[in-house]
Structure formats: structure tokens, C-alpha cells
């Protein structure tokens, strides 16, 4: 049987068969292996997402720095196009201010110092275009060598914080760490504050209490944020646990070892591993608050979470390791720094007997009240201090004795300055200055002479002080 086509259709079968031989044969196209393959790095740090996107080259048997890339030439950080870094919100970068924005990452090489380079644009292939009058940033940074090679160019991030990470760049035997900060506690506290203050009836009363408690903000209300929030759960021993927490970073040793035992006896109700944990954990505060763990230190706050208006006190973190360097306690003291000139017209101002009066309670800075923290109990004359996190605010005197107060009232803002929380005061030996201090000093120091350390107070043509010593 014999079935002819009709033409079109013999026309359509010779377009096809012809179209398939063609097709059989073209090659496919070959996927080479890269020599420096691509990576994206994502990481959030707090609220801001962080993307790094760049090449990876390998050694390979080759010298890299001072070899494959020399020495005082600006290198694109990686292979093929210049890595590119995204930054959701501002940053800070060794000190260095970075606004928010995608960028072309690029170092200039040293053997003691690196320089790395954000320029404003980012997709660049290598550094054959590269441009200073572009750059946003240059940030200085100083290699670390390592024992052990990176076989491959690596971008990483480590030491994860809420406010602060490190970023590094690392191949061969050498790695450049980049201290990372971002902005958390201005953007969330204020959110804290309005839920708080709202009438919704479900607040985030634990998430808001340990927030200010990793922060160092107001642990006062902390506290009262977790009161209120066992109130609501009673039988939670694990929010027990965090109240004895705050406590303990209060300085109130004989309430977070009352507190921290209710929780051992909660904990003893439950059964599992829940049991097992937080009894372990509420134990470590009792031993830490009895003195037979080593303490735990209360931490003054990384950074002041308000500055002041304009910027016309800074704020300082300023410590000292008081005793021997490996067995001494570390005291640390945060204050604003205002200066002797007026900040709106320049004008110098008359500091004491004007500005501060005389016999009257003065907040000692500007902004958020001057805090101590000191791990171990200070002895002060006959005034013991115990451990624990204080405002220290000053009563000057022209011809009696002048005061510095140690308060339990923390994390407020400075004034008016609320003398019921008072827990001691101590008398100041005042002398004159030979030069004068424009801007509010307060330091704390070791005195090997004396077994002890020193508070001194400077400003305009006065300093303050009262040595102390640490109780064993």
C-alpha cells in the first residue's frame, strides 16, 4: 500500500528533517570552571543587612602580597569585577562614618598599614578604571599575620554583636580586620518607649526588659518591665532567672541572690532539660552574688544611647585596671564632656560658682547621667561602695568640703538630679590647676603607691579628687 503526501506537508517533513540535522550538528556550549568563582556574602548585623558580592581567587603556588599584588598599589579586593559592598543603613567602619549604599570595595596595600577604599562606583571591572576623586571612604586598617595560609581570598564576619561585628579580608598568611558598628538602640528604643506608653494591653515587656538589659540603658525600668512581666506569669522561672539578671547588673547583689534562688526552686518543678539548664544558670548567679564565682561585671554602655544636642558634649568611656594588671579589677567611668564656651555664642563661661553653683547637686557632664561601674567593692575612707553600676553626680563647695555622690538612680537623664537614691557620699580634696581645662575631664586611675586608684574631677582651673581602694 502506497500512501502519498500532499505537497505541503512533504514540504513540512523536508524543513524538519533538514532543521534536525543542522541542529545534531552544533555543539552545546562548554561551561568552564571559574578560576576565581563568584560569592555573595549576606549578614545582618542588628538591623542592617550587610551584602558583599566578589571573587575568590586561590593562591595557587603563588606569592600574593608583594608578589601577584604589590605593594602600594591600589588592588580590587578580590578577582575579575571590583568586589561590591551593600550597606542597608549607615555604618561605621574603624571610626570611619559610611552612609548607607552600594560601593566598590578596593585596598591600597601596605606591609604595616592597609587603606580600604569604598568608592562610590561599585561595578568596576578591576581597578584598571579606578578613581580616587570617587572614593567615599578611606579607612585605615592594620594587617594581622597568621601561622596558617588562606589558600582562597576570604571576606567573613565574626564576632557577631547587636551593634558591632568585625569584617576581615584575608588571604595568604595575612588578615585585615575591619571593626564594624551600625546604629541599634536609637532606632529601637524610642519604639520601646511609644509601646510602652500605648494602651495596647500586650506589651513586649520581657523582649523590652532585656533589650535595655544588654545595652546598659535604664535597668530600672528593665526591671520593672520584668516585674511586670512575672506578674502576668508567675510560675515562669525562667523570667525569674532574667529579674535576678538585672539585679545582679544593678549592683543589688542581696536581691538577685534572694531572686535567682526562687528560680532555682521554680526550676526544681519543672522536669526535662528545662529543669537541667536553669538550675544550672540561677546556681551561677547565686555563686556569683555569694562571692564564690568570679563576678560578673556590670558593663558600662558601649555608647551613650542619646548625644547631646549638636554634639557639644561628646561622650567618653574612660577606665583604669586598679591592683596588679592580671589580678586587678577594671573600673570604667561614661560621661558627657561639656565645654567652657558657650556652644551657641562661644562666649567662655565662669564654670564653678556660676555655671555649677556652689553647694548645690550638679549632674558632673551633660546628657545622660556620668556612670561607674566597678566589679569588686570600693572602699572610700570609712564608705564601703559595694559592686554594681552607679550615677556619680558632685556637690562643690567654695569654702566647705565639696561631695561626690554615688547614686542607684542609673541611667536617667541627667538632670534634675534626684538626691533619694543617694547610697553614699564622700568628701573631695580640691586643689587649683596651673593650666587650665577647657573640657569637663573625669578620670579614674591606678595608684600603685597608695594600693588603690584615684577619682579626679578637671575643669577650668580645678581639680577634684578622692582615692579609693578596692575591698578583697
Not at 571593626?179 to 506589651?203: C, G, H, N, W
Amino acid at each position: 500500500m502506497t500512501t502519498c503526501l500532499p505537497r505541503p506537508a512533504l514540504l513540512a517533513l523536508a524543513i524538519s528533517v533538514l532543521a534536525t540535522g543542522l541542529f545534531a550538528q552544533a555543539p552545546a556550549p562548554i561551561e568552564f570552571p571559574a578560576p576565581s568563582p563568584a560569592c555573595t556574602l549576606k549578614q545582618r548585623v542588628g538591623l542592617t543587612d550587610i551584602t558583599v558580592d566578589y571573587s575568590r581567587p586561590s593562591m595557587k603556588g603563588r606569592v600574593i602580597f608583594g608578589g601577584l599584588e604589590p605593594w602600594g598599589e591600589t588592588w580590587r579586593a578580590g578577582a575579575n569585577g571590583a568586589t561590591k559592598v551593600t550597606f542597608s543603613t549607615p555604618v561605621k567602619l574603624n571610626g570611619t562614618a559610611v552612609p548607607a549604599g552600594t560601593y566598590g570595595l578596593f585596598a591600597l596595600l601596605g606591609q604595616d598599614e592597609w587603606t580600604i577604599i569604598l568608592n562610590k562606583v561599585p561595578n568596576q571591572w578591576g581597578a584598571y578604571q579606578y578613581d580616587p576623586k570617587d572614593d567615599v571612604a578611606r579607612i585605615k586598617a592594620a594587617p594581622v599575620a597568621l601561622a596558617d595560609a588562606v589558600e582562597s581570598f576570604t571576606i567573613e564576619f565574626n564576632d557577631l554583636r547587636d551593634e558591632s561585628a568585625t569584617l576581615s579580608l584575608a588571604w595568604e598568611k595575612t588578615r585585615v580586620p575591619l571593626k564594624l558598628e551600625v546604629e541599634v538602640a536609637d532606632t529601637v528604643v524610642p519604639q520601646i518607649e511609644a509601646a510602652m506608653a500605648s494602651a495596647d494591653p500586650k506589651k513586649p515587656y520581657v523582649q523590652a526588659a532585656m533589650f535595655y538589659y544588654d545595652h546598659n540603658l535604664d535597668l530600672a525600668k528593665a526591671l520593672g518591665w520584668m516585674d511586670a512581666a512575672i506578674a502576668a506569669q508567675p510560675d515562669a522561672f525562667y523570667l525569674v532567672y532574667r529579674r535576678a539578671l538585672i539585679q545582679e547588673k544593678m549592683g543589688d547583689k542581696p536581691g538577685a541572690l534572694a531572686t535567682a534562688k526562687a528560680a532555682l526552686e521554680g526550676a526544681a518543678k519543672a522536669g526535662g532539660a528545662i529543669k537541667d539548664e536553669y538550675t544550672r544558670l540561677s546556681q551561677a548567679v547565686i555563686d556569683r552574688v555569694s562571692g564564690t564565682a568570679p563576678a560578673a561585671a556590670p558593663a558600662a554602655p558601649a555608647k551613650p544611647r542619646v548625644n547631646s544636642s549638636g554634639g557639644t558634649s561628646p561622650h567618653e568611656t574612660t577606665s583604669a585596671v586598679i591592683g596588679d594588671r592580671k589580678t586587678g579589677i577594671r573600673v570604667t567611668l561614661t560621661y558627657g564632656r561639656p565645654f567652657s564656651h558657650n556652644p551657641k555664642t562661644g562666649e567662655l563661661r565662669k564654670i564653678w560658682g556660676s555655671l555649677v553653683k556652689w553647694d548645690k547637686a550638679d549632674r558632673l557632664g551633660a546628657d545622660e547621667a556620668t556612670l561607674l561601674v566597678t566589679p569588686s567593692a570600693l572602699q572610700i575612707g570609712a564608705t564601703t561602695i559595694p559592686a554594681g553600676a552607679y550615677t556619680l553626680y558632685i556637690i562643690p563647695s567654695e569654702a566647705g568640703v565639696s561631695h561626690l555622690a554615688f547614686s542607684t538612680n542609673i541611667g536617667k537623664w541627667g538632670v534634675p538630679v534626684d538626691e533619694t537614691h543617694d547610697l553614699a557620699r564622700v568628701d573631695l580634696r580640691k586643689d587649683p590647676l596651673e593650666t587650665r581645662v577647657d573640657q569637663l575631664t573625669i578620670a579614674v586611675a591606678n595608684d600603685k603607691a597608695a594600693g588603690g586608684g584615684v577619682i579626679k574631677i578637671m575643669w577650668e582651673n580645678t581639680q577634684f579628687s578622692v582615692p579609693f581602694t578596692v575591698k578583697p
